[in-house]
């Protein structure tokens, strides 16, 4: 009779431990669920960089020197960098940004989802308006702060690269 | 093996009449040249009569049968509860025994399982953290669709070595407008 007892004693305290963890990871995943959704809900900055750069020598722009990677290949090319415009706005999940790049096409940015672990899933496109898409379809995710490039376009000799940089006031630890 | 009577026990026994005869008559002849003896006789036979005569006095102030009579009804009398002062009820207290042996070996028994319990809930990996996921740098190209043109994925380090995406499509087919 004592023995069963103690068993009793003992089934109690698991179960009551397994429900204890199943409420905290549960109340964990809501938590992160509704972090997740509140994060996704909110309006996050962004910056388009549209850059011409050419092969014959020139000037890098001085606003660029931070960004060392447009000084590696695939860019390493280029001898001159020009600054065309630098537009900012704020993404918000599910709703498209347009921005019109010089050669009459624009890119169209949408937040599809800000990640849990805090990073941003976007999605880009590159079109002309009644025309067909240059660039039907790109899914990116990136870091705060940490850009990503679509080159290739030629544009006055040059070619355009754009640079597209999500909440760049907020740099990643 | 009967110890041998001093002087004053056998004066006593004699006193008393407890000697045997052989004995008695040998008392009686050392009593003869012993006056101390005979004296010491005297006191105890004027004790014996003050007390027979005390005795009899008290014995003649008591009236026996009413004594007796009263004890039996005493004896006979009817039983009355004697009501007793509410006195705080001492504490109880439960004597060590293999009952109680049995109770604390359940509570240890319960102790070391929640313990044991209580490690293994604390040592269960749980579901990562949104600060236990490590920080990711970079850019990353998830899916891209060139559509009617080529292109190409790269990969360009960044300035804390970070890897970002580069996405370079061939721009032959859209003419410029």
Not at chain 2, 149 to 166: Q, R, Y
Request: one cysteine or more; hydrophobic letters at 45%.
């Amino acid at each position: 009779m004592s023995l069963i007892r103690h068993l009793l004693v003992i089934t109690v305290l698991l179960s009551c431990a397994v429900v204890f963890r199943a409420s905290g990871a549960s109340a964990q995943s809501s938590s992160l669920v509704k972090s997740d959704r509140a994060a996704s809900t909110s309006k996050v900055p962004a910056e388009v960089l549209v850059v011409l750069a050419k092969e014959e020598a020139g000037e890098v722009d001085p606003q660029l020197k931070k960004l060392t990677a447009l000084r590696r290949p695939p860019f390493n090319a280029f001898r001159s960098m020009k600054i065309l415009s630098r537009p900012k706005l704020t993404l918000t999940p599910g709703k498209d940004a347009l921005v019109s790049l010089p050669n009459g096409r624009r890119v169209k940015l949408t937040l599809l989802r800000v990640m849990p672990n805090g990073r941003y899933k976007v999605r880009a496109a590159i079109n002309r308006p009644d025309k067909s898409d240059y660039l039907p379809l790109l899914q990116v995710v990136a870091s705060a702060g940490d850009p990503f490039f679509v080159a290739g376009q030629s544009y006055q000799g040059g070619t355009l690269v754009v640079g597209v940089i999500v909440d760049p006031k907020k740099t990643a630890q | 093996m009967e110890s041998p009577k001093t002087e004053d026990q056998k004066l006593q026994m004699f006193f008393d009449g407890e000697l045997a005869p052989q004995e008695e008559a040998a008392v009686r002849r050392s009593l003869e040249g012993s006056p101390e003896g005979m004296a010491r006789l005297r006191e105890w036979e004027q004790l014996r009569e003050a007390m027979k005569s005390v005795s009899e006095d008290w014995a003649g102030e008591i009236n026996s049968d009413a004594l007796f009579a009263r004890i039996e009804a005493e004896i006979s009398a009817p039983v009355v509860p004697i009501e007793q002062p509410e006195r705080e009820q001492p504490a109880l207290r439960v004597v060590p025994g293999k009952r109680e042996r049995r109770v604390w070996g359940g509570v240890a028994t319960g102790f070391a399982a929640a313990a044991a319990i209580f490690l293994a809930v604390m040592a269960w990996p749980g579901e990562p953290t949104v600060d236990s996921v490590p920080v990711v740098r970079g850019s990353e190209v998830l899916e891209v669709d060139f559509g009617s043109n080529t292109g190409t994925i790269f990969e360009v380090e960044g300035g804390a070595g970070e890897s970002l995406a580069v996405v370079w499509i061939d721009d032959e087919e859209v003419g410029l407008p």
